[in-house]
């Protein structure tokens, strides 16, 4: 089991930067793929970004070149570098895991896929 802590949300400007942070606590981390989803108001739940436990990275198309994932075995962290953040970015964002022992990541965009959740930081974007 691991249990997720997001961090690095808060209020940004339009065309601003943030770095989400999410630490995992338990063992075998880096057995472990992992993502990050956001909800905004209204809305489903949508797929962001996704690292899998060798560090191939997935975007989705509204975060390619704009946002960075990345992940540290050692500290047990996942991060989500944000820039040239926009107003359609505001959101509740989560990371997410899921235990493999495959080097590969099946859907990493499915939110199904994953099986442990953080609760989530905000990010809101002004413009």
């Known amino acids: 089991q691991v249990q997720l802590v997001e961090s690095g949300g808060g209020l940004v400007q339009a065309g601003g930067s943030l770095r989400l942070s999410c630490s995992a606590s338990?063992?075998?981390?880096?057995?472990?793929?992992l993502g990050w989803f956001r909800q905004a108001p209204g809305k489903e739940r949508e797929f962001v970004s996704a690292?899998?436990?060798?560090?191939?990275?997935y975007y989705a198309d509204s975060a390619k070149g704009r946002f960075t994932i990345s992940r540290d075995n050692a500290k047990k962290m996942v991060y989500l570098q944000m820039d040239s953040l926009k107003r359609e970015d505001t959101a509740v964002y989560s990371c997410?895991?899921?235990?493999?022992?495959?080097?590969?990541?099946?859907?990493?965009?499915?939110?199904?896929?994953?099986?442990?959740w953080g609760q989530g930081t905000q990010v809101t974007v002004a413009s």
């Open positions: 338990g063992h075998s981390f880096n057995r472990y793929n």
């Open positions: 690292i899998s436990r060798s560090g191939d990275t």
């Open positions: 997410a895991a899921v235990q493999t022992i495959i080097t590969g990541f099946l859907r990493p965009a499915s939110i199904d896929t994953h099986n442990h």
